[in-house]
């Protein structure tokens, strides 16, 4: 990018009288936020608002005018959050299963309105509705909200089936389903399904089983903008599919389309890793791009710009509503709508401000937004830009470009080696020719020995390209540390460099594939060449990252702080502001002397955010500290087990991680496609760990190899600092050789445990009870049985054994009685013996399992025989992670539901 210097004083636009808007929606935030924390209700808010608007208008001409219109959108925050809460109707979806007045996942019929038409995925389409009406239980009643449907595709004849009802936008059907609206794992530090679903403005989702439970109704007009669009997108869609490989139509149907169901899972890892995968979401960066394209082509044709305006406009908002109308892709067209109209007037506004403008445009219909972690980053990112990045960049081309004038008549007063700098990657000669020839006078300027290098190399704009864009990259990523670690518990190093490549090459990449796709229509011959260059580009894209990747590791996971420590999230961006404020002050051509404060200000600032900086990403202060008891969570992780042993001493001990069986993988299939679905051992385990400041696991134990119980454990390898590795007996299972390969690659050293072991950690001893030296029939036998003693405390742990594992833990003379037991196979009739059941005799027995099992686990049988022992029997599908902490003696447990 390359940006003129001004000739007047430097970024005037900065100063606080210039835009108000921006402190206008600053007071409006502060107001949403300060209703999220002290819930006030709506009525004192609205009272306030209009007694505040009032005075501000009454003393318009008074200096407190300004002061009082803060307060009014202070007030009017509050109000409007509070109003969006009392706004949600009783008959909404979300409202009749939050309620409780439906239940998640019973049966029910709901009809509605196709939103637009079928949205392709690789095993079947997603279809979201737009409800009006629900029967339940033979009752019927009117409903509102949206719906978000999957019908799959297990045979032709289910595809044919779907096709034959020739589903579009304002199509009405009959749907016969189980509405799903639920938390699915409830444990400290793992997002909320519900919110996550009230942010994409989807009410509940459903699975169905057949496409023959789909009754239309009505047909929808064949006619209508928003539906030929999405016809055309889903057109196009399959024509990439069709036409290129299916990770190069992954990339491209993502980030054009806005459709990520085609996306592997490896691809979006390496964008992931390398900080790049916002450009595989449609967002503001694609909504500009786009929206300047429309622009510029339309200029060509009619310089009327309210013409220009209300084409781009209209076609933007088209592309927004048929790329799926996700909450980032409205607000983008929102702000890029704003925008536009100061063009069409002939306003050259704030950038500031404008972003003000957005911000309250956004907010003011829906103020919870403020919450989301996309509006969060969009934000960010574009105040760094205006207030960071293109100020410093401005500044930076000027003291380049800097050539005497009337204006400056003096040079830069900036240290030698940043003007030398300047000049090398702005300076041209040829501009300075042209200058002096219009002068009277003549004069030599003598500049950076290094400035005709660039030129006679012919290297000037793509320097000037890279230096701005590393500083406008820097100021964002800068200025997005606290988030990017909150969220999503990250931070490449490489991603400004990662950024400016994938951003170039992706541009050309798209370019390519569009001219592919088009000529495909004509002649697949015609289409070849870009078909290759299109596949070259992608290989480039993700060739690149992934082998820096191997070199060296370029992104790391950070875990977060609690408590009073999470202030430090917010106390950062306090000296990024100072910062702000400093480069809008600061002038380069100023001929004063500057004294010992402006100095100190500017090093104290750069420190502050190297200090508050520091603690987030190396977070020194983040681990738990150890508190001389024994502590056990055993963790909600559906269908599976996980159980993270934190012993007196502080060491750590986490046994299996979770996992999610895929029954439908061949093994002798290795080019299967494996959809971005985050994994039990990333979204849920490795979440759990951060939420309590880990980044590093001294002990990982493998129980045996069921994908529900050592899955997740490739990713906590991948994720933590591991400092060793038991497993039981290992053999050729597939489902272990991907946390092998891990282990490999990791260098964590490992070791086989068997029978007989004996593990002591500071005053804990754990005792190895299976497998023994014999194979046995079932591989669920051979699991890892551990009886961890802390005193007068043993807790059992149990994997997956059954009956034969069981009755040879009875008959041996090893000791079985335990006040906590983790119960075997999670509560299988297979297992929990009477004989076993008898012998451990626990105080709780605890279930690891999903509310909804697969296999009806746990067995009623099972559950009413741990019962009659005296045991208090609980399920972490129902109660969330359940955590035990012992003294030795005493006994405390507490749950994640109370």
Not at 45 to 55: D, E, F, G, N, Y
Not at 133 to 140: L, M, P, Q, T, Y
Not at 721 to 740: M, N, S, T
Request: aromatic share 10%; hydrophobic share 45%; proline share 5%.
């Amino acid at each position: 990018m390359s940006i003129e210097p001004s000739m007047a004083p430097i970024h005037p636009q900065q100063r606080p009288s210039l835009n108000p808007l921006f402190w206008l929606a600053v007071c409006y935030c502060v107001g949403i936020t300060v209703q999220s924390l002290f819930d006030i209700p709506l009525w004192p808010a609205v009272v306030s608002t209009l007694v505040l608007t009032a005075a501000a208008l009454g003393f318009r001409y008074h200096q407190s005018a300004a002061f009082l219109l803060m307060a009014v959108f202070f007030a009017l925050g509050i109000a409007c959050s509070q109003f969006e809460k009392a706004s949600i109707s009783v008959d909404r979806i979300r409202s009749l299963y939050d309620s409780g007045h439906s239940i998640s996942g019973d049966p029910v019929e709901i009809e509605g309105t196709v939103e637009s038409s079928p949205e392709p995925a690789p095993d079947g389409y997603f279809i979201t509705l737009d409800v009006d009406h629900i029967i339940e239980s033979a009752v019927g009643q009117t409903a509102s909200g949206r719906v978000r449907i999957f019908v799959p595709f297990p045979s032709d004849e289910a595809r044919q089936d779907l096709a034959e009802l020739q589903l579009r936008h304002g199509s009405r059907v009959r749907v016969a389903c189980r509405l799903e609206r639920e938390d699915r794992y409830l444990n400290p530090g793992v997002y909320s399904r519900k919110l996550l679903l009230d942010r994409q403005q989807i009410d509940a989702t459903a699975n169905l089983k057949s496409p023959l439970l789909i009754e239309k109704l009505s047909d929808g007009s064949r006619y209508s903008p928003i539906g030929l669009v999405s016809e055309l997108r889903v057109a196009l869609i399959e024509r990439i599919r069709s036409t290129f490989t299916a990770q190069t139509a992954g990339v491209m149907i993502a980030s054009t389309l806005g459709n990520k169901y085609f996306l592997d899972k490896l691809t979006a890892d390496v964008f992931r890793e390398g900080g790049t995968f916002h450009v595989l979401v449609i967002s503001g960066l694609h909504i500009t791009l786009i929206g300047g394209f429309i622009l510029f082509i339309v200029r060509i044709f009619t310089r009327h710009r309210w013409i220009q305006a209300i084409i781009a406009i209209s076609l933007l908002w088209l592309y927004g509503i048929a790329v799926g109308g996700e909450p980032p892709v409205i607000r983008a067209c929102v702000m890029f709508t704003i925008l536009m109209i100061g063009y069409a007037e002939y306003r050259s506004a704030s950038l500031l401000n404008a972003l003000g403008a957005c911000a309250l445009a956004l907010l003011a219909w829906r103020p919870s937004d403020l919450f989301d972690p996309s509006f969060q980053l969009t934000f960010a990112s574009v105040a760094a830009i205006i207030c960071i990045g293109l100020p410093l960049v401005i500044k930076l081309k000027a003291i380049g470009t800097w050539m005497p004038t009337v204006e400056q008549p003096f040079p830069p007063n900036v240290p030698n080696w940043l003007r030398r700098f300047c000049e090398t990657v702005y300076w041209r000669d040829a501009a300075w020719e042209i200058e002096r020839g219009r002068q009277i006078w003549s004069a030599e300027i003598f500049k950076s020995p290094f400035v005709k290098r660039l030129d006679d190399f012919g290297l000037r704009r793509a320097a000037i390209f890279v230096f701005e864009g590393v500083i406008v990259s820097a100021a964002v990523q800068l200025c997005l540390l606290p988030l990017l670690v909150y969220y999503f518990h990250r931070f490449p190093f490489v991603s400004i460099p990662l950024n400016l490549w994938v951003g170039i090459v992706l541009g050309a990449e798209s370019i390519s594939a569009l001219i592919a796709a088009i000529l495909s229509m004509v002649s697949n011959t015609f289409a070849f060449p870009f078909v290759v260059i299109t596949e070259a580009c992608n290989w480039l894209i993700v060739s690149v990252p992934s082998w820096l990747g191997n070199v060296v590791r370029f992104s790391t996971r950070i875990p977060i702080y609690s408590g009073n420590m999470k202030a430090v999230y917010f106390v950062y961006f306090i000296p990024l502001v100072v910062a702000g404020f400093l480069i809008a002050r600061w002038d380069p051509f100023s001929l004063t002397i500057r004294n010992v404060w402006e100095t100190r200000s500017v090093s104290g600032t750069v420190a502050l955010i190297a200090i508050f900086g520091g603690l987030i990403f190396f977070h020194p202060l983040s681990a738990p500290v150890a508190d001389g008891k024994l502590h056990v969570d055993f963790l909600d992780v559906g269908q599976g087990d996980a159980s993270l042993i934190t012993f007196p001493n502080g060491k750590t001990m986490l046994i299996d991680a979770g996992g999610r069986p895929d029954y439908r993988k061949s093994y002798d299939d290795e080019e299967r496609f494996e959809p971005d679905v985050p994994r039990i051992g990333e979204a849920v385990v490795s979440e759990f760990l951060w939420e309590k400041g880990i980044s590093h696991i001294d002990m990982i134990v493998a129980t045996h190899a069921d994908a529900d119980h050592i899955q997740g454990l490739s990713d906590i390898v991948r994720n933590f600092g591991v400092g060793f590795a038991y497993l039981g007996r290992i053999d050729d299972d597939p489902e272990l050789k991907p946390l092998l390969r891990e282990i490999e690659r990791s260098g964590v050293p490992r070791a086989m445990i068997l029978a007989g072991d004996v593990l002591n950690i500071g005053d804990v001893q754990v005792n190895v009870l299976n497998p023994n030296g014999e194979v046995a029939r079932s591989a669920n036998n051979d699991s890892v049985v551990l009886r961890v003693v802390f005193g007068g405390t043993p807790i059992l742990f149990t994997g997956d054994i059954e009956k034969g594992a069981e009755e040879s833990l009875v008959d041996s003379d090893l000791e079985l009685k335990s006040d906590i037991v983790k119960v075997p196979h999670h509560g299988s009739r297979s297992s929990s013996t009477e004989l076993f059941v008898d012998a451990v005799h626990p105080i709780i027995a605890i279930i690891s399992v999903g509310r909804r099992s697969l296999f009806g686990h746990p067995h009623k049988e099972v559950v009413e025989r741990w019962k009659a022992v005296g045991a208090n029997v609980i399920t972490t599908g129902e109660r969330g992670t359940v955590s035990i902490a012992s003294d030795g003696t005493n006994l405390d447990v507490s749950a994640f539901v109370r």
